[in-house]
């Protein structure tokens, strides 16, 4: 099967992004594996700097995760357009 430049694109750009997205579910299981605690609770999270990184490190994979989804489908609406 041959991909055209704006299909490899998309799988590149989906491919870092995942790798990014890993590395921050890795950095939030090593925080919460130091700190000793999985279940973070808002009181949590606002007074101590291992929460305010866990925040910091939530909205980075939210916005991935977003962007990630949001190339599938281009890739998978230009494999459809051809």
């Given amino acids: 099967m041959e991909l ?6 998309a799988l590149f750009k989906t ?3 995942s790798i990014i997205q890993i590395i921050c579910v ?8 130091l700190s000793g605690d ?3 609770t ?3 999270m606002t ?3 291992e929460g305010l990184v866990i925040q910091i490190i939530g909205l980075i994979t939210l916005i991935n995760g977003i962007t990630i989804f949001l ?3 281009v890739f998978f609406l230009l494999l459809i357009k051809e």
């Fill in 47 to 49: 007074s101590s700097f």
């Fill in 4 to 9: 055209s430049e704006k299909e490899k694109d």
């Fill in 15 to 17: 491919f870092i992004l």
């Fill in 26 to 33: 890795n950095i939030h299981l090593i925080i919460s594996v």
């Fill in 71 to 73: 190339y599938i489908l």
């Fill in 42 to 44: 808002v009181e949590r």
């Fill in 38 to 40: 999985f279940n973070w």
